[in-house]
């Protein structure tokens, strides 16, 4: 994605994704989970799939900056395919000239290149090799000391299965075994957001990868679990900073 957003504020959401920044101009403020984090220019940040963050000016101008999102499939497979999914470095936002390098020239082979070239793919695993100082081992598959409530585990589980239908509290309490008053209290204390927060969000991310595919808004708006073509350009345009239609013309 390469943007440049004066007034769009991000409200708090999070990407299946790695998210790869590079500032270009202006500055921009986001908080990070508990943190409160801000990259100005020349400055990249690096973000965790399903870290749930906001975005907006940190000056009156504004921020320009470019995106690669990287599946973690990728980052996984190159950094150690026999071990854990690896973690983020503790630092978010830093300099470095080589990584930054790297993501120029991805960047630069995505527009020039066409889709599913060898460049592409060469240029994106580059970026990745030059990511490696800022990831570090993540956490053994046993015995972690941060396992989700099982109830808030439940509650996901049953968004992520019924992330295109209509779910209401009460039936999502039941699966969990709580109130509703204290299932959403602890899902956001495990999550940073709340259980429709976290089910916009799975929307969000099929609808990217509809609108990528060739879909038009409208069937995406139908397929996605929306009420119509203008609730999801509402609801899109408030998560990504741009229409549907804007981000499918420039796929």
């Known amino acids: 994605m390469h943007a440049r957003f004066v007034r769009h504020a991000y409200r708090p959401h999070s990407h299946p994704t790695w998210t790869v920044a590079v500032l270009e101009q202006g500055a921009a403020r986001f908080s990070l989970e508990a943190t409160q984090q801000r990259a100005a220019e020349g400055e990249l940040f690096v973000l965790e799939p399903d870290a749930v963050h906001t975005g907006m000016a940190a000056v009156p101008e504004g921020w320009t900056y470019k995106v690669l999102y990287i599946e973690p499939e990728i980052v996984h497979e190159w950094a150690e395919r026999d071990g854990s999914p690896p ?78 239908r209509r779910v209401s509290l009460a039936e999502l309490s039941q699966v969990a075994g709580l109130s509703r008053f204290e299932l959403v209290r602890r ?40 009420a119509d073509q203008p609730h999801l350009s509402r609801v899109f345009k408030r998560a990504v900073g741009v229409s549907p239609a804007r981000y499918a013309a420039a796929q």
């Open 87 to 164: 973690r983020a470095a503790r630092w978010v936002v830093f300099r470095d000239i080589q990584l930054r390098g790297a993501l120029e020239r991805a960047h630069q082979t995505l527009v020039s290149e066409p889709a599913g070239s060898l460049g592409i793919e060469e240029a994106v695993l580059g970026a990745v090799a030059a990511l490696r100082p800022h990831l570090r081992p993540g956490p053994p598959e046993r015995g972690r000391t941060h396992a989700e409530h099982n109830a808030v585990r439940r509650a996901r589980l049953h968004l992520c299965e019924r992330w295109d």
């Open 187 to 226: 899902f956001r204390e495990q999550t940073d957001i709340t259980p429709h927060a976290f089910q916009t969000n799975l929307r969000i991310a099929q609808a990217r990868r509809l609108l990528s595919a060739g879909v038009s808004p409208a069937e995406v708006a139908a397929e996605c679990g929306f």
